[in-house]
C-alpha cells in the first residue's frame, strides 16, 4: 500500500456512517496463493494518500505512538449484507479468489491506534464465469480533512504481468472490468449546503437540513418501523418552491480483527427524486428484520442541497457517546 499518513482526522467516536453492533467478523478476504475451482482471480493494486489536520495534541500522540496505520476494504458479495473484509498489503497488489457474481466495494478504513478514517466508495464490479482472472484497475484513495475521492486508474498491462508470475499456470484467460464508481445520482445543476437560507430549515439543533419525524430517529440505535413500506416523513422546509430527494440505503456489516463489528451504507435499495411534500410511503416492502440508513436533500430550480445528518452528544456516569454527520437509521419487523 502507497500511503502517505501526514495527519490523522480523529472519528473513532464519531463516525458519520458506523456503528458497533457486536463481535468481530469472521468475514475476512486474504489474498490467493493458488487458484480455486468455480472461483475467478480478481487482481489490482490499491494506493491509499492521507492527508489532514488534527488537533496539536492529536497530532503528537500520533506521532510518538509506535502504532502502523493499516487499511482496510470492504467488499459487499452478490447476496446479502454481510461485508468481506480485506487487508490491504504495503505495495496495495491484490488477488483474491471469488465466485461469479456482482459484487460493491462499499468502502474503506484506514486505522491507527484510536485514530481511524472511514469511507464510501460505492463501487460496482462483476466477476465473470468464463474467465480465470479479471483485473479492476489501480484504485486511488485520497483522504483530505475529513473528506475523501476515490480515482479508478488502467494500469492493465503492469499488473497483468505480475499476476502472470505469480500464477504462470494460468496466464491466458485474462480479461480485464474496471470497478464502475456510481454515477452522479439525480438530475441538478447544482450542490449547496443543506443549511442555505434558501431552503428554510432549522439548522441550530442537532440536525443539519430537514429534522426526521418517521421513522424516529434516536443516537446509536436503529427504531423498529411500524410496516415494511414505511412512511418517511420530515418538518417541512419553509422556503417557497422547495421539493425533495429521498434515499435508503441497506446497513452494511463489516469486522476484522480487534475490533468489534460495525455498520456502514451498503447497497442502496431506494432513490425518489422532487417529492412535492414532506413525506413519502415505499410501495415496494423492504426486507424483514433489517437495518437501514436514510436521507433527505432539498431541491429548487435545478439546484439541490448535501444530503440532511444528524449529530448528538451523551454524557453518563461510565462513559460518553457522540457522533457528527449520521444519517438516519431504521429497522424493519
Known amino acids: 500500500m502507497m500511503l502517505t499518513f501526514q495527519y490523522a482526522r480523529l472519528l473513532s467516536l464519531l463516525l458519520a456512517v458506523v456503528a458497533t453492533v457486536g463481535c468481530a467478523s469472521r468475514h475476512i478476504l486474504t489474498d490467493a496463493e ?75 478504513r484506514c486505522q491507527k491506534g484510536a485514530l481511524s478514517q472511514v469511507g464510501i466508495v460505492a463501487g460496482s464490479f462483476t466477476v465473470p464465469e468464463d474467465a480465470d482472472a479479471i483485473y479492476i484497475g489501480n484504485i486511488q484513495l485520497t483522504l483530505v480533512r475529513g473528506r475523501h475521492f476515490t480515482v479508478i486508474e488502467d494500469k492493465a498491462d503492469e499488473l497483468t504481468t ?29 450542490i449547496t449546503s443543506e443549511c442555505c437560507d434558501r431552503w428554510g430549515v432549522d439548522c441550530t439543533g442537532q440536525f443539519r437540513g430537514v429534522t426526521p419525524v418517521t421513522p424516529i430517529v434516536k443516537p446509536n440505535e436503529f427504531r423498529r418501523a411500524d410496516s415494511l413500506t414505511p412512511v418517511f416523513s420530515w418538518e417541512a422546509a419553509e422556503g417557497e418552491d422547495v421539493s425533495y430527494d429521498l434515499i435508503v440505503y441497506e446497513a452494511a456489516r463489516y469486522g476484522f480483527p480487534g475490533i468489534n463489528d460495525q455498520l456502514m451504507k451498503g447497497r442502496m435499495v431506494v432513490y425518489q427524486e422532487n417529492i412535492p411534500e414532506a413525506r413519502f410511503q415505499l410501495s415496494e416492502p423492504l426486507r424483514a428484520d433489517s437495518t437501514y440508513y436514510w436521507s433527505v436533500r432539498l431541491r429548487k430550480s435545478g439546484v439541490v442541497s448535501r444530503w440532511s445528518t444528524y449529530s448528538h452528544f451523551g454524557f453518563y456516569v461510565f462513559y460518553t457517546t457522540s457522533g457528527y454527520g449520521q444519517w438516519f437509521a431504521f429497522s424493519t419487523p
Open 34 to 108: 493458488q487458484p480455486v475451482a468455480g472461483r475467478v482471480i480478481v487482481f489490482g493494486q490499491v494506493d491509499v494518500e492521507i492527508e489532514g489536520e488534527i488537533q496539536d495534541e492529536l497530532q503528537e500522540w500520533a506521532d510518538e505512538s509506535d502504532d502502523t496505520t493499516t487499511c482496510f476494504l470492504m467488499i459487499l458479495p452478490p447476496e446479502g449484507s454481510q461485508a468481506i473484509t480485506y487487508q490491504i498489503n504495503d505495495d496495495g497488489v491484490f488477488f483474491w479468489n471469488l465466485a461469479p457474481g456482482d459484487y460493491e466495494l462499499s468502502g474503506f
Open 162 to 190: 505480475v499476476y502472470q508470475r505469480k500464477f504462470p499456470s494460468r496466464t491466458t484467460n485474462i480479461t480485464a472490468g474496471l470497478l464502475q464508481l456510481p454515477a452522479k445520482l439525480g438530475t441538478f445543476t447544482g
